[in-house]
């Protein structure tokens, strides 16, 4: 089962306007962590911010904020005043905490990214 | 500004070749994790270290690929032959503990003809 969606292959915003990236999870696990990277086109992962899921208040990192919504579990990644070198691949993440039986390791898991295009 | 470094950042090389791919983890980092980007599958995880032992190496194919950490400031990913379907790019992510918020290295781009 897919457990990070991201069902917007591609999107478009105008600069200096706000965009939202969506993304869904799926877990049964009460302790995770949730996060977004940034992949321009030079190819490195970028980290941009994290929500744990224990966490009372939305993160924040600067023009990014994480609109986090447990109950729909969506964490939803909202850039504030678009600028051109905004233009690259997001990633939505989610990581379980580790188990004795096997599953999670801590590791990753990614959603299949957003392409979002900044227009002049 | 502490960084992952990979080497190579790009190989091409032939297929049944031997590969070696480096990976530097940030100082003081203690896990430290190999995955695999294509278009196809996305970005997906290949092996797991902490404290240098490796706890989760299943993603990997056991017949062509190795993991290891010989010491705590070098992760190396082998393959050994390499096929064409290896071609991938491949990153090396650190953190302290699980916790942790993990930090990409450049990663390194591998095409087998």
């Known amino acids: 089962a897919q457990k990070i969606t991201q069902t917007q292959p591609g999107m478009f915003v105008q600069e200096k306007e706000a965009v939202t990236l969506d993304c869904t999870y799926d877990?049964?696990?009460?302790?995770?962590?949730l996060f977004w990277y940034k992949q321009p086109s030079s190819g490195e992962m970028i980290f941009l911010i994290y929500?744990?899921?224990?966490?009372?208040q939305n993160a924040t990192e600067g023009r990014y904020s994480l609109n986090f919504q447990k109950a729909r579990k969506s964490a939803n990644l909202v850039i504030s005043a678009s600028q051109l070198g905004d233009s690259a691949m997001y990633f939505c993440?989610?990581?379980?905490?580790?188990?004795?039986?096997?599953?999670?390791?801590?590791?990753?898991?990614f959603g299949k990214g957003t392409k979002l295009s900044v227009k002049p | 500004d502490a960084r992952v470094t990979q080497t190579p950042r790009h190989k091409v090389t032939e297929m049944g070749q031997e590969v070696t791919m480096r990976c530097q983890p940030i100082?003081?980092?203690?896990?430290v994790f190999w995955y695999r980007q294509t278009m196809m599958q996305g970005l997906e995880l290949l092996a797991y270290?902490?404290?240098?032992?490796?706890?989760?190496d299943s993603g990997m194919p056991k017949d062509r690929f190795s993991a290891e950490m010989p010491d705590a400031t070098l992760a190396t990913l082998k393959i050994q032959p390499s096929e064409p379907r290896d071609s991938a790019v491949y990153f090396c992510?650190?953190?302290?503990?699980?916790?942790?918020?993990?930090?990409f290295g450049p990663g390194t781009r591998l095409t087998v003809l």
């Open positions: 992510a650190s953190g302290f503990a699980y916790e942790d918020t993990q930090y």
């Open positions: 877990t049964s696990d009460p302790s995770y962590g």
């Open positions: 929500q744990g899921s224990y966490d009372q």
């Open positions: 993440a989610m990581r379980e905490a580790p188990t004795n039986y096997g599953g999670s390791q801590g590791n990753l898991i």
């Open positions: 100082l003081g980092h203690n896990t």
């Open positions: 270290f902490r404290n240098r032992a490796p706890l989760d």
